[in-house]
Nanobody, 115 residues
Framework: EVQLVESGGGLVQAGGSLRLSCAAS????????IGWFRQAPGQEREGVAS????????YYADSVKGRFTVSSDNAKKTVYLQMNSLKPEDTAVYYC????????WGQGTLVTVSS
């Protein structure tokens, strides 16, 4: 059974940092691109970053480029999202998922950035 469990969210002031984790199980980790997505209140879910686990290549949405860094530890089957210089508009529930073919969504982890 595929499982992706997000953690690491919290309340932080604008300009602060958080590191999110996505622990994966139930599939061959190296074979998949894993994406980070977020959904703010009243808005649609959007992709913010992704990583190709086979070669480490990454993608970032323009809104987070230069502030967020996605990485993975293939031995731990975990994908990370380092978020720096956080802004109030980054407030959202953050999820990880298969970048190319969405699986069932997990619970996500809430990030709240206060101004």
């Amino acid at each position: 059974e595929v499982q992706l469990v997000e953690s690491g969210g919290g309340l932080v002031q604008a300009g602060g940092s958080l590191r999110l984790s996505c622990a994966a199980s139930g599939f061959t980790f190296d074979d998949y691109d894993i994406g980070w997505f977020r959904q703010a209140p009243g808005q649609e879910r959007e992709g913010v970053a992704s990583i190709t686990n086979s070669d480490g290549s990454t993608y970032y949405a323009d809104s987070v480029k230069g502030r967020f860094t996605v990485s993975s530890d293939n031995a731990k089957k975990t994908v990370y999202l380092q978020m720096n210089s956080l802004k109030p508009e980054d407030t959202a529930v953050y999820y990880c998922n298969n970048q190319n073919s969405i699986w069932a969504w997990g619970q996500g982890t809430l990030v709240t950035v206060s101004s």
